[in-house]
């Protein structure tokens, strides 16, 4: 009777607490912490997770337009930080470690005799993420960027620089130190990859899709109750 009971307080802990928010028809499981400003320009795909205090900041809120897109199936970790220029646009089954930043806007600095902080931001830079890439504790991506598909970023890594597809780059600035090679099967030295082989967008996220693993909305926070 006890298990019970507490079973039954579980769910109603996690019912009252629980935010869950409804895009075109599917679940997107987000932590009661986390800030929008823009929330009308940002597009979150089915079945992701967006951890604690997470801030999603939207620049060029007037046009009717996603500036920041989230693909399916995706985990943001805790205390991750959005700052859209042109847009930020991440594909399907990332997962980002806690304290990472999407830095695609800031401040200009054309006039040195202004305050920085009354200069404006700059709303030029698109980061494009590819399907399936992991982004280690502490990863910013700043400007201009995009990341292939099946990359890893290590942890405390800066990207200034495009990454190309199935690779594992690290340091400040990031740099590949390794590639998937798919006619060995195996992550090779950079000099020893063969390009050619690497499968496109559609079989690629086929591929994943065969796999899935669904993420537990647990994972988003606090707000979803404890895990036992």
Known sequence: MRDLIRKIVLRLNYMIKAKIVHRNNSNVYISSSVNFIGKQRV???SGSVIGDDSWFNVNKRELNKTRISIGRNSYIGKRNFFSSGKSI???EYAMTG???SFLGSDHKIDDPFKPYISTGVTD???I???IN???GANVTI???VSIGNGCIIGANSLVLNNIPEFS???GNPAKVIKRYDFKTKAWVKPEFYEEGYAPDDKKYLAILESREIKIPKLAAGSSYSNLY
């Open 43 to 45: 597009k979150i795909g």
């Open 89 to 91: 646009n991440i594909g």
């Open 98 to 100: 806690i304290n990472c």
């Open 124 to 126: 030029d830079a698109e």
């Open 128 to 130: 494009n993420i590819g």
């Open 133 to 135: 890439v992991w982004l």
């Open 142 to 144: 700043l400007g201009d």
């Open 168 to 170: 594992i780059a690290v």
